[in-house]
């Protein structure tokens, strides 16, 4: 039988303890997870996860609503499509960073959109400080063109003072 | 000529630490013409080490001459009992393994290596290696050790200087 999936989305203030009161409410009612990402953004704990095993999206609500209000996390659910074991080895890596303005991610990402990257992964922060914030991107992609391509295609983005640096992703498999 | 099982993840045997190979003879020969074999049928294999199809020797195959983009490489290397003895450098870089399907991640691994070896006539070999193929060598050797790269994958978000995470990253002994 295939599995049915929904993807949870929780997010709350971020204290010790939150993985452990999530993923043992869901194991109680013989949920299982599949792929996850949680990670800390801005002093908020956020959570996505694919869970599989539930009856039906209000069993799932009703087995986390007391963890959710002890942890003070929000909830959404979403039943998806897809499954587990449709991994896409990335084949390119892109670096960006420079002083903070608004557009960055949008300027960057418009032109490798153009290219027909498949973005996998993309993780940005914000460092340096308050006066002088830095933006840093790094971004995991497939394509099927050529390092010097996408790099030339990026000539615009470097020239308005952003840094970036694209390099080929060379998966060793043994 | 035959193709070999390839034992994957959770099979305890990979993590079972392989013998030195004391006899070289046409026995051992026969066994690495059907590693090769194993390793050209895997997909996109670039290496392969004995233990990964259940035979408990230090042997591993590795050829990093058909990457897409051209890498520092000494082509098709059969290396018995490997060992190696100068490290330098570290760099985070992206492995898969025939033993765990459907996985890819990233692993700190030293960026130079010299390596010591014998071939499979029981000559002593002995290569410097960069980058991709000292990846290659070290990925491979681990095997021999009872180690996956699962076991040293670092999150997206570490940083090279964090290099506890290699220092820490083994429990598979080296000898």
């Not at chain 1, 204290?15 to 013989?30: F, H, T, Y």
């Not at chain 1, 609500?61 to 909830?75: H, K, W």
């Not at chain 2, 190696?84 to 030293?110: H, M, Q």
Request: charged share 25%; proline share 5%; aromatic share 6%.
């Amino acid at each position: 039988m295939k599995a049915t999936w929904f993807m949870l989305t929780m997010i709350g203030k971020d204290k010790p303890g939150m993985v452990a009161a999530i993923s043992g409410a869901l194991a109680d009612q013989g949920v299982t997870l599949g792929e996850t990402s949680m990670l800390r953004l801005g002093g908020n704990f956020t959570v996505m996860m694919m869970v599989s095993g539930a009856e039906d999206e209000q069993s799932l609500r009703n087995s986390l609503a007391p963890i959710l209000e002890s942890q003070g996390m929000c909830l959404h659910v979403d039943p998806i499509e897809g499954g587990l074991h449709k991994h896409v080895i990335p084949n390119v890596h892109v670096t960006v960073s420079g002083a903070d303005r608004p557009g960055i991610v949008s300027q960057v990402t418009a032109v490798l959109a153009e290219l027909g990257l498949n973005i996998l992964d993309l993780e940005s922060d914000v460092a340096g400080t308050e006066d002088k914030p830095i933006y840093i991107m790094q971004i995991t992609a497939v394509s099927t063109l050529d390092i010097e391509s996408i790099e030339s295609a990026l000539s615009a983005v470097r020239e308005s003072g952003v840094s970036v640096s694209v390099s080929a992703i060379e998966t060793y498999i043994g | 000529m035959a193709l070999l099982e390839i034992l994957q993840l959770p099979d305890e045997r990979l993590k079972q630490v392989s013998e030195p190979v004391e006899v070289f003879d046409d026995e051992l020969r026969a066994f690495i013409a059907d590693l090769e074999e194993t390793r050209l049928n895997g997909p996109a294999a670039v290496g392969i080490a004995a233990p990964q199809v259940g035979m408990f020797k230090r042997v591993v195959i590795i050829d990093c001459s058909t990457t897409r983009k051209p890498v520092p490489n000494h082509g098709y290397m059969v290396l018995v009992n490997p060992e190696i003895t100068k490290w330098d450098g570290f760099e985070k870089g992206r492995e898969g393994c025939l033993s765990v399907p459907d996985y890819t991640g990233n692993v700190i691994r030293a960026t130079k290596i010299t390596l010591s070896a014998k071939d499979p006539y029981g000559e002593p070999l002995q290569f410097d290696m960069e980058g991709y193929e000292a990846r290659a060598a070290q990925h491979e050797i681990d095997h021999l050790d009872g180690m996956l790269f699962v076991d040293r994958v670092v999150s997206r978000r570490t940083d090279l200087f964090k290099r506890k995470v290699y220092q820490d990253g083994g429990t598979g002994k080296r000898s």
